[in-house]
Every structure is written in structure tokens, then in C-alpha cells.
């Protein structure tokens, strides 16, 4: 008896070798034919800038490994219908790292999260979110939110542009619920006043 091909022969992409200097879609296109160093390539090129931004929207750093880790295993199975023609790579990569941070979040796993994780504000990298939120130029309201404190823009974050509820926007900063209301109530009017 013949075994079952995993992917028919007319889907199997025949990648060219890939090496340290190879681009990301070539890369995706390895994966997509089962390579495992071209996986790890990817893996090496953007996992660190992943767990950047990641750390940036959740302060449980077990979490965030968790997220980067489903990712990967997420591009491992999905590489095959990744189309280089419409897509970024970099922002693919990024679209299903963010759902599988949502994920977890929303997984009942008990997990608590304590304190914010210490980071080196100077490794930062700042996300494309709050890019926007700083550089936005309909009226005044890049600069109305540009005013607004870390604390506040990051709960307008969670809660407007991620869309989290009150209850994931609190495990993702690591604050109790009622800081996260306390928060939103006081960006949202300090955001009317400066717009009135």
C-alpha cells in the first residue's frame, strides 16, 4: 500500500537552498516544504523582535515565550498558504503572533500575573500601534494622545486598538480590573477635554 502524501505533489514548493542570507519569503517557502533550518532561520531572524513588542503588550514573560512558541508551531503548519505576493512577512509573522498572545490570554489557565516584568526601557522597541497612536494627523487627536500618560495610552491600547476586555486588558498590563476602569474613565475624558 502506497502511504498518503502530507501535501499533494502540485502544492509542494521546491524552495532554492536557504542559508543566513536567504529573504523571508524564501524561508516560508522551505518551511512549507518541511525544512527545519529554515525554520530555525526564521525563527532566529524574528523571534527576538516578536518578544519585543510582545513585552510590550502583556508583563508575564512566560506568556509571551508561550505566545512565540505557538507561533512558530502556527507557521510550521501554515506555510504553505502564506502568499508573498500580497503579504509582508515580517507583518504575517506579527498578525499571528498577536492572535496567539489574545489567545492565551483568554485561556483559562489561572495563571497570575504579578508585577510588571522589569524591562531596559532603553531595548524598547516601540510598537506600530503606538506609532500610530502618536503620529495620528486627523485633528487633534495625535496630539491629544501623545499628552495622555504611558499608563492611560496603554489602556487605550489594550482596551480600543487590541480590543481586550477590561478583564484580558488587566492580565495583559498585570493591573487589577478596577485600575484598568479607573484608567480608561480618565483617558477617555481627559481625550474629550482636550477635543472639545
Known sequence: M????????????HPPPVGPHSDDHDLIAAVAAERVEALRLLHDRHAPWL?????????????????????????????????????????????????????????????WIGAAAVLDTDARVASAEEAVLLGVEHGDLGGALSRLSPELRAVI???????L?????????????????????????????ELA
Open 2 to 13: 502506497r502511504p498518503i502524501p502530507v501535501w499533494p505533489p502540485w502544492r509542494r514548493p
Open 51 to 111: 518578544r519585543a513588542r510582545l513585552l510590550r503588550r502583556c508583563a508575564d514573560p512566560d506568556l509571551v515565550d508561550d505566545a512565540i512558541q505557538d507561533t512558530f508551531v502556527a507557521v510550521w503548519r501554515a506555510a504553505g498558504r502564506y502568499s508573498p505576493r500580497g503579504e509582508d512577512a515580517a507583518g504575517w509573522l506579527w498578525t499571528i503572533a498577536a492572535r496567539r498572545l489574545s489567545s492565551a490570554l483568554r485561556r483559562p489557565s489561572g495563571r
Open 157 to 163: 491600547q489594550a482596551t480600543v486598538l487590541d480590543g
Open 165 to 193: 476586555t477590561v478583564r484580558e486588558a488587566s492580565r495583559l498590563l498585570g493591573i487589577p480590573e478596577g485600575t484598568v476602569k479607573t484608567r480608561l474613565m480618565r483617558a477617555r475624558a481627559r481625550l474629550r477635554e
